[in-house]
């Protein structure tokens, strides 16, 4: 694997919060997917994320020439990060469900 191009990372970090800081578009047809899909699909790219993470570190331990330590930080990094977001993520969903679940009939 290649050495990371920090000025190409920082180049998409400017780029994606450009984008965040757009003004959002309103959907013109509902997306097929439900939110289950969407939940599950989720799950399975934070699961891949850290297999991926885990990969790199043995590599990485193991001496193999092609990992450098700065790919298996931002790896370790990004796992985290994910992990930590879907957490949240099932936080506020088991927050709201406890909130409905007390609203009277």
């Known amino acids: 694997m290649t050495t990371i191009n920090i000025d190409q990372i920082l180049t998409q970090m400017r780029t994606m919060s450009a984008q965040a800081a757009s003004t959002p578009r309103v959907a013109e047809e509902p997306v097929g997917a439900s939110f289950g899909d969407l939940l599950s699909q989720s799950i399975n790219q ?29 790896a370790v990094q990004k796992s ?15 927050d709201a469900y406890k909130e409905v679940m007390n609203m009277p009939i």
Request: proline residues 0%; glycine residues 2%; charged residues 25%.
């Open 46 to 74: 934070v699961n891949e994320t850290q297999q991926h993470a885990v990969e790199l570190k043995r590599a990485f331990e193991l001496g193999e020439e092609d990992v450098n330590l700065a790919e298996v930080m931002v």
């Open 80 to 94: 985290s990060l994910s992990f930590e977001t879907m957490l949240q993520v099932r936080n506020k969903l088991v």
